[in-house]
Every structure is written in C-alpha cells, then in structure tokens.
C-alpha cells in the first residue's frame, strides 16, 4: 500500500486548504481512511476519518471546519480545511488500514505528510 500526500502550503488564519492523499489502486473502496496530524515533539491526533460504508470522524476541535471525503475512481482521498487557525499548523498525514479505526491511531500504512503551516 503506498499513501501520496499533498497539498499542504502556508496559509494566513481564516484561509482554507484541500489536502489529497492518492493510494494504491484497490484501496479506497476496501480500506478505512484516516487524516492525522503530529505535532512537534508530541504524537499523531487523529483529525478525520472515514471507514468503507462513508461513515465520518472528527475530532472536536476540527467539526464544523474540515470535510473528509473520498473519489474511489481517482484512488484519492481529501481533506478540506477551513477557517485554519495558528493551532492547526502540523505535519498532517493519511493513513490506511483493512480494520475499521477510525481516529485510532495504529493504523498499518502512512504516507510521509504534507507541512500545513498557519500565521
């Protein structure tokens, strides 16, 4: 399973970004689906989730603002940020997994992230 992130930039607070995360043929339609995020120094929190049957997961801090959502056809997953704040900037990542996690974080494949960076 390989996990291609992008999209990450630098961007103002209240500015928006579409992170996309393209996987390996076959598995968006058979592998929950997961955004995470890691701090310096600190662990992955898990941001965004979405299982095989389209169910959704945030985390509190993030509903309302981000939108998880998935082209089983172009093998790509995204995540829409909204109204970015300075505590949004992290190193985010996508993750793939055959069991349904969630916002767990001991999913079994990650990419290598993208830098979000909001001033």
């Known amino acids: 399973v390989q996990l291609v992130e992008s999209g990450g930039g630098s961007v103002q607070a209240g500015g928006a970004l579409r992170l996309?995360?393209?996987?390996?043929?076959?598995?968006?339609?058979?592998?929950?689906?997961?955004?995470?995020?890691?701090?310096?120094?600190?662990?992955?929190?898990?941001?965004?989730?979405?299982?095989?049957?389209?169910?959704?997961?945030?985390?509190?801090?993030?509903?309302?603002?981000?939108?998880?959502?998935r082209d089983n056809v172009k093998n790509t997953l995204y995540l829409q940020m909204n109204d970015l704040k300075s505590e949004d900037t992290a190193m985010c990542c996508c993750a793939a997994d055959n069991v349904n996690l969630q916002l767990a974080r001991h999913y079994s494949y990650w990419g290598q992230g993208t830098q979000v960076t909001v001033s």
């Open 20 to 69: 996309s995360c393209v996987a390996s043929e076959g598995i968006m339609d058979t592998y929950c689906m997961g955004w995470f995020r890691q701090y310096p120094g600190k662990g992955r929190e898990g941001v965004s989730a979405m299982d095989i049957d389209g169910q959704v997961s945030h985390v509190d801090t993030v509903k309302g603002r981000f939108t998880i959502s």
